[in-house]
């Protein structure tokens, strides 16, 4: 049994343990329940963070996955240096992708407008959606995968992209909310 205090009668008053469990795991229910919205909108952040760096990158050739000589702006290809080395199943179709000036701005385009909607927490269903597009589209370029043969870290980050959209992610430390009250958000609700 647990003791409590009345503190309206001064008086102690004895719970039974069965109350007791009861109360605690609602008020553990209710802490998840008011934290659980800022964990996924950090994790919304870190994943914009993932996808802005990679643009950001191979537009400037930082020397981290993009050499400064195969800049974009000075006219390197985003899509030669990983597309061109596919060697799995879909080696072929990857390696005719490779460098083809619509696949890099498209690349690009994808890159940037996933990572600032993620990081505005604005257009989460279609950032959703297109951004786990082109993380399995990376999956099927990395196979046969090195570790594990099924699952690698675009798979996860697809999932995570589908988690975001359904918890409403944007909603917290973001612009979601007022974006889903826009007339245009309204009139097509996909965009939310």
């Known amino acids: 049994m647990s003791v409590t205090i009345d503190h309206a009668r001064k008086a102690p008053v004895r719970e039974r343990p069965a109350r007791v469990v009861e109360r605690v795991a609602t ?101 959703a959606v297109s951004g786990a597009a082109m993380m399995v589209l990376m999956w099927m370029a990395s196979l046969p995968l090195a570790n594990n043969h099924v699952v690698d870290d675009h798979i996860v980050y697809a999932l995570v992209l589908v988690g975001l959209a359904l918890t409403h992610a944007g909603d917290t430390v973001g612009l979601g909310r007022w974006w889903a009250r826009t007339p245009l958000v309204r009139r097509v609700p996909a965009l939310r």
């Open 27 to 127: 008020e553990d229910r209710t802490d998840r329940a008011a934290v659980a919205p800022y964990v996924w909108a950090v994790t919304r952040i870190a994943l914009a963070w993932v996808f802005l760096w990679a643009f950001v990158d191979k537009l400037f050739g930082l020397g981290r996955a993009t050499p400064e000589a195969n800049a974009w702006i000075d006219g390197g290809s985003p899509t030669t240096g990983f597309l061109k080395g596919v060697k799995g199943p879909f080696g072929d179709m990857f390696n005719n992708l490779a460098g083809a000036a619509w696949a890099d701005w498209l690349f690009m385009v994808g890159l940037a407008a996933i990572g600032l909607a993620l990081l505005l927490g604005i257009g989460m269903r279609v950032a």
